[in-house]
């Protein structure tokens, strides 16, 4: 006998009216689509907001959106709102039942975490709990064969939580992180706590992250220590508060929505991409016109550009390197990155003079996006050798006082691991034949995208080479060039 759990939270967190829920979740889904903030690629776990779909429902929906695939199973990881217990509780149904229609739960998954003792039955834990109940019907509408694990946190370690999603892991499976960000704070307070909520999730900061971050923090916090989303990249789809709604600043809850993709995957849509060499090429014209006519600043552009995350902008002219900047690690809006490395390719790369507005017409930018950086383990030199990715693996070099890094474009012209070594070391400032076990080594993989012919002269053809937008200069202290 199939034995079947109904949707507690009907007619409080979503309509209970069929007809009214399937258009208010494919409303929200349409403005994601709309909003065009989704990635290039799968993403493989997903952030999505469980507050009432007046509130957050469109935040939910950019999430759901950014999932281009069709999983065969989604797991639904949630925090306990009203029941404590110790651990992580799947129900022992058989069957979701929304409004939208009955989603199968995936009993062998949950029995084999049961066995595994990464996870229990309990029913209270979902008797009372909206955070799993508020994904449901979008799960049911995009993806109706799909199996769920919903799975509860109570007081849990995030370690069990990324070893539970470590075991459910696969090609057929989406990881849904049930989760607000912070709850009744002024608005203005609530920007700043939910900004540095971003930058722990989109840098990995498992370990800072807190309930007073999220109330979703453990579930978070295990995708980000899990084998999966350990070399994972974020991308922001957007954020938000319930002021939008209620018109109240005095308390809000603040909303987010995160897509999570593999390392390599490339996850900026052509639109990001095309906005982000706008801004370069923006930036670069407000400087040589000292401000004039800006048009665009890096602090306006889209959600998915104010992911935190490390760039490089490289400038050619008739085909030479013209200048090259960037930043070895994350540690500011995309946005901002490639606005400040942009200026810095232009006029503070110290193997050039810096850039003139006759040169502007002809020029030719590329940015290139970095991944997360992942540390290499080895045994000695030879042992690093045999593990780099010929082509795709861009690398740090760190020992002492001296760091170097090259990124994969470099392996056009040195397309041996022992010769890209060596020209890490020398651009560390070590001996080329230089070793020590104090050595290490980070792989990183990047997302490379530059204009072409066309689209450069079309667009100082349109602007008459003013600005599009106004930057800072770029800290050359923490700035580095390319090869």
Known sequence: MIIERTCRFAGM??????????AAVQTHLKAAEDAGSTGAAEPRAIVSAHAGYQYSGRFA??????VTWKPARVVVISPSHRHRFRGLAYPSQDVFSTPVGALAIDRAACASLGEAGLAHEEDAAHDNEHGIETQLPFIRTLWPEARIVPLVCGDVPPEK?????????????????????????????????????????ETGDAEALTPYHACGACGIQGWLMSQSGQAAKALRLGMGDSSAVTGDHSQVVGYGSWAFYPEGAPILSRRSQEELLGLARGTIAGRLAEGRGATSSPEHASAPLQTVA???VTLTLDGDLRGCIGSPTARRPLAMDVAENAIGAGFRDPRFEPLTAAELPDLRIKVAVLGKAVKMAFAD??????????????????TAAHRGLLLPAVWETLPQ???FLEALKLKAGLPRRYWSEHVTLHRFRVESFSESVSSSLRTCARTGGAPASNASWVDSTSSETEM
């Not at 929906?61 to 950014?66: K, P, R, V």
């Not at 990324?162 to 608005?187: K, M, Q």
């Not at 780099?388 to 690398?395: A, N, T, V, Y």
């Open 310 to 312: 490390a760039s490089f």
């Open 161 to 201: 939580v990324a070893a539970a999603i470590d075991a459910l892991a696969g090609p057929e499976t989406l990881v849904v992180l049930s989760s607000d960000l912070s709850h009744f704070l002024t608005h203005e307070e609530a920007r700043r706590k939910d900004s540095e909520t971003a930058w722990l999730i």
């Open 381 to 398: 030199e030879e042992d690093a050798l045999s593990r780099i990715e010929p082509g795709r693996d861009g690398l740090i070099l760190s």
């Open 13 to 22: 967190f979503f309509p209970a009216d069929r007809a009214q829920l399937a």
């Open 417 to 419: 691991p022992r010769a």
């Open 61 to 66: 929906g950019l999430s759901f959106a950014s």
